[in-house]
Nanobody, 124 residues
Framework: QVQLVESGGGLVQAGGSLRLSCAASGRTFSSYAMGWFRQAPGKEREFVAAINYSGGSTVYSDSVKGRFTISRDNAKNTVFLQMNSLKPEDTAIYYC?????????????????WGQGTQVTVSS
C-alpha cells in the first residue's frame, strides 16, 4: 500500500490562509492522480480538489474555486493544497487521497489510498 501523510492543518481566523502538504511513499507517485477531500462533523466526506499525474490539469469544487489551489511536486512525492480566504464553513478534517491511474476523479470510490487527515479549524 502507498502511504500518505498530511500536515499543515491548524487554527486560523476567517480570511486567513493555510497550506496543507501530503507526503507520499512509493516509486510510482508521479503516475498517480491525487485529490483532497474534507469531512466536517456530522457530514459525509466531500470532494475539494484534484490534480492529474503531471500537475497540468486541476479540478475544484464550487465551494472552494478561486480560493484554494492544488499543486504537486513529483520530485518530492508531495501534493499541496494552498487555502486562502478561509471561511468558518471550511472547518473540517482534510484528507489526501491517491489514485493509481493518471486521470482526475472527483469521486471518493475512485481513490485507492488515503492519508490519516489533518484538522483545519477556521474561527469567526
Amino acid at each position: 500500500q502507498v502511504q500518505l501523510v498530511e500536515s499543515g492543518g491548524g487554527l486560523v481566523q476567517a480570511g486567513g490562509s493555510l497550506r496543507l502538504s501530503c507526503a507520499a511513499s512509493g516509486r510510482t507517485f508521479s503516475s498517480y492522480a491525487m485529490g483532497w477531500f474534507r469531512q466536517a462533523p456530522g457530514k459525509e466526506r466531500e470532494f475539494v480538489a484534484a490534480i492529474n499525474y503531471s500537475g497540468g490539469s486541476t479540478v475544484y469544487s464550487d465551494s472552494v474555486k478561486g480560493r484554494f489551489t492544488i499543486s504537486r511536486d513529483n520530485a518530492k512525492n508531495t501534493v499541496f493544497l494552498q487555502m486562502n480566504s478561509l471561511k468558518p464553513e471550511d472547518t473540517a478534517i482534510y484528507y489526501c487521497a491517491g489514485r493509481d491511474l493518471s486521470m482526475i476523479s472527483t469521486r471518493l470510490l475512485r481513490y485507492n489510498y488515503w492519508g490519516q487527515g489533518t484538522q483545519v479549524t477556521v474561527s469567526s
